[in-house]
């Protein structure tokens, strides 16, 4: 059975560990292509720390990810899963997404 964040491409069935499990990096990017613009706004709630705003700064001024804010939320999603490691849970996305109120906006995008 899948998890009601299905829309945002976050299988969470696993034989081992379901929601508690790691997010792949296709799973991340399709979440980045998903959040889009909504990256800052995510990246401020992400747990378990949030990004603060000149972590957000930093990203948004990379001269590689100028005005993609697909790319500016990989570099976001994929910051997080570095510096947080076997804390950066499905769990923590999906919840970010309930809390954002992305879910709705994720499944509706395509």
Known sequence: EAHAQEGVSLPTTSPTQGIYRLPTHEELSKLAYRIGSHWKSFALIIEPKPFN??????IEKMASLAGDPEEQ?????TR???RH???ATVECLCQALRREGLREQAVNTK
């Open 53 to 58: 705003k000149a972590e957000i700064n930093e």
């Open 73 to 77: 939320a990989l570099e976001m999603l």
């Open 80 to 82: 997080w899963q570095t």
């Open 85 to 87: 490691t076997s804390q």
